[in-house]
């Protein structure tokens, strides 16, 4: 168990559906993200929030709404998604964003668009 | 941008042999460089950093080296293990991972 939990684990969607993704982290720590991982493809990250402000958007299309209510909790809000969206979403945490903090990932959530 | 480089294709060896794993990466070099394992539907677990000015670093069985000139780290496992088999992966900075190579260890 790596203090980084996600819910839920498999999630199956509709284009006009909306659903949420959430992560949870038991750490302690201040900074959280967001990543999508595809069949060989690199990691991506998607949003970072640190001491619960976003830090980070790297250009994702706006039917990714990221949450981050306190530093323990991040949700995705996801709505009118594409067939391409499908991945793994993985969450993450870190102590904070300083250089070389290590990152704790979740499991995961598996995503799939029909 | 950075691009990072890890051979898409699986490495097969024998238990007991050393693994050796390569990450390439273009243009500046980062502070660091990090290497994770990741398991079939699990997210990574961070295994080791080495810094710019280090050249080695060591944990148990494994090593990562890292050389700013050829742009290039490596990491080894020796006395390599059936439980080792599984995907690693290199990050530069905090947030630029590459794709991962598939490290399959037979018995």
């Known amino acids: 168990e790596t203090g980084v939990t996600q819910t839920p684990r498999h999630l199956v969607m509709g284009m006009t559906n909306k659903k949420s993704l959430k992560c949870e982290q038991h750490?302690?720590?201040?900074?959280m993200y967001w990543y999508k991982q595809s069949a060989k493809k690199p990691l991506e990250l998607m949003f970072v929030?640190?001491?619960?402000?976003?830090?980070e958007n790297n250009s994702v299309p706006s039917r990714f709404s990221p949450e981050c209510p306190n530093s323990s909790h991040l949700f995705l809000h996801l709505h009118t998604l594409q067939p391409e969206d499908s991945a793994l979403y993985l969450c993450?945490?870190?102590?904070?964003?300083?250089?070389?903090?290590?990152?704790?990932f979740g499991p995961g959530t598996r995503l799939t668009v029909l | 941008s950075q691009k990072i480089e890890q051979n898409s294709e699986a490495l097969n060896i024998q238990e007991g042999k050393t693994a050796t794993l390569t990450c390439n990466y273009t243009?500046?070099?980062?502070?660091?460089l990090q290497w994770y394992r990741q398991d079939p539907g699990r997210g990574p677990v961070f295994l080791l950093l080495?810094?710019?000015?280090?050249k080695e670093k060591r944990k148990e069985r494994l090593k990562v080296t890292f050389d700013t000139t050829l742009k290039q780290s490596l990491f080894h496992i020796t006395a390599s293990q059936p439980a080792d088999s599984a995907t690693y992966l290199c990050?530069?900075?905090?947030?630029?991972f590459g794709s991962g190579t598939k490290l399959n260890v037979k018995p």
């Open positions: 993450a945490s870190s102590q904070d964003l300083r250089e070389g903090n290590e990152q704790f």
């Open positions: 750490l302690g720590h201040n900074a």
């Open positions: 929030y640190n001491f619960k402000e976003q830090t």
């Open positions: 243009n500046y070099s980062p502070a660091y």
């Open positions: 080495i810094r710019e000015n280090e």
């Open positions: 990050a530069l900075h905090k947030f630029y």
